[in-house]
């Protein structure tokens, strides 16, 4: 069988949790790819400037990345865990329903500033509690919660495609100079600015947009979520006017065996966590402790920060292109017409589901270093040739497909060899998280500056630059991984042998 009895066992006892735990992962993913189609329409609504908007991606990931470190103190109990998700499911709703109705740049980013909180809730507390009750086999679920972002991702733009504007979307104040959306895009491209009265201008005030209905729909959708995490707690009796309700109808014998396992499952759940936490694997603060840090090489820390920086330049580019290839396809020279646009961000996040799922088989059989090889050289040529077909509207669907594809699996990959490499000691993972998120915050508002200044070619140019880096770090990694590896090597050949019956003997 492809999936081992066992696993298929585990997930039969605890269906309700992991179903609940991906649905909210679908909000988030949900959340996280629609500013990109709509940031056009969005900066009609809000009549800012093109680089006043993308400050709305900065306060979306910077909360994200606050509302990761917040979500921890959630865990210590079931009910805990399972409020704040009820909670930060239902959030995302409302911000939903209430992006139509900010006019203001600032409102707008306010909102997703409160949307951001919850993501990073949602990110922390459904990964903790899949790998307390997976523990060990935890890893395949991991895979299928991931899988949930990128299912989401795909569907909000789809959403979005429909109300996009076809037509220029005009912005008026009646006291400043007023453009339409093409005006925009040629500005954009340093193209030619036409004039402002060969367009009919709206009253002061008004916007003529209709992405609104799109959020509405969203909102909609997203509601079932925080229906299933009710559901779970009104399962697991955690609602306090369920907590009095009489008991299942089981033999006290019965509920005492049942009491006793959940008893020693949740010791062994404890113990495990404490287990990870006292080997670096809890936040970021506890990873940066002095005596957490000493005693290590040179080499060690150089993993981390080098490690980092690449998931910096890489997930940058994931959320650049994410949140700019609209803008870039609709501006000259490209000028392709909204809707056709609008696909591109659910055929990037496609192609980046797709490629998660298939680096599952693929790292059985190659190594995390061969992969990360080929995927950050795969990015490059893509970003290339892309600079050089930039005329050409096919190959620039082509391109974000293969994009998606080499981008995806990029992080897995990253942690698996970091963390191979170190032993399982040391704070990898929560370096590569966090150096993962801090990429996409700035690059995304790195990218949409030069945008706004250089016009759209340069996004390509940016991302063709920011992969280079990203491949030059890579290099720099696997020389602090060779140093890293003769520093083992010497260690272990110092240190006695420990043999079977527990007797120390000198090395041979």
């Avoid at 306090?240 to 759940?269: F, Y």
Wanted: hydrophobic share 50%.
């Amino acid at each position: 069988m492809i999936v081992d009895e066992r696993i298929i066992g585990l997930f039969r006892r605890h269906w309700q949790h992991t179903l609940t735990y991906w649905s909210v992962f679908f909000s988030f993913g949900l959340c996280i790819a629609f500013l990109g189609p709509t940031i056009l329409d969005l900066r009609c609504q809000t009549q800012s400037s093109l680089q006043s908007i993308t400050w709305v991606f900065f306060s979306q990931q910077f909360c994200l990345l606050v509302g990761s470190s917040v979500g921890g103190f959630f865990k210590k109990t079931l009910l805990c865990a399972l409020s704040a998700l009820f909670l930060s499911s239902l959030i995302i709703s409302l911000v939903f329903a209430i992006i139509p109705l900010c006019h203001n740049v600032l409102l707008l980013a306010v909102a997703m500033a409160i949307a951001g909180l919850a993501m990073g809730v949602i990110d922390t507390i459904a990964n903790i509690q899949l790998v307390k009750i997976y523990q060990k086999d935890s890893a395949v679920f991991l895979q299928a919660l991931h899988f949930f972002i990128g299912f989401g991702a795909l569907v909000s733009p789809l959403i979005a495609d429909p109300f996009l504007s076809e037509t220029n979307c005009v912005v008026g104040n009646g006291t400043e100079n007023s453009t339409a959306m093409e005006h925009l895009r040629n500005a954009l491209a340093g193209g030619p600015v036409h004039n402002v009265s060969q367009y009919q201008l709206p009253v002061e005030g008004e916007v003529i947009t209709q992405v609104s209905y799109a959020f509405w729909i969203m909102a909609l959708i997203n509601l079932p979520v925080p229906l299933a995490v009710f559901m779970l707690m009104y399962r697991e009796r955690l609602i306090p006017c369920c907590m009095i309700s009489s008991p299942r109808l089981l033999d006290r014998d019965e509920l005492a065996i049942e009491t006793q396992g959940k008893d020693k499952e949740k010791d062994k759940q404890e113990s495990e966590s404490e287990d990870l936490e006292s080997i670096g694997h809890g936040d970021l603060f506890s990873c940066c402790r002095k005596n957490a840090l000493q005693g290590f090489p040179p080499s060690f820390f150089g993993i981390h920060i080098l490690g980092g920086m690449v998931l910096f330049m890489t997930d940058g580019i994931v959320g650049a292109y994410a949140g700019f290839v609209y803008t870039y396809a609709v501006s000259p020279p490209m000028s392709l017409a909204h809707k056709s646009a609008g696909y591109l961000a659910s055929i990037f996040w496609a192609a980046i589901t797709v490629g998660r799922l298939a680096s599952i088989p693929l790292s059985y059989r190659f190594q995390p270093v061969r992969l990360l090889l080929v995927n950050l050289a795969g990015v490059i040529i893509t970003l290339l040739l892309l600079l050089i077909f930039y005329m050409s509207s096919v190959f620039l669907f082509v391109g974000t497909c293969l994009l998606g594809l080499f981008l995806s699996s990029i992080f897995p990959c990253m942690v698996a060899f970091t963390e191979d490499i170190l032993d399982y000691q040391g704070c990898a993972t929560t370096v590569l998280v966090t150096s993962a998120g801090m990429g996409e915050m700035v690059l995304q508002v790195l990218v949409g500056s030069i945008i706004h200044s250089q016009g759209s070619y340069s996004f390509l140019l940016s991302g063709m630059i920011i992969g280079c880096i990203g491949f030059s770090l890579f290099f720099g990694l696997l020389f602090f991984h060779r140093m890293h590896k003769n520093y083992q090597t010497g260690n272990s050949k110092k240190s006695p042998m420990v043999n079977e019956s527990g007797l120390e003997s000198l090395p041979q």
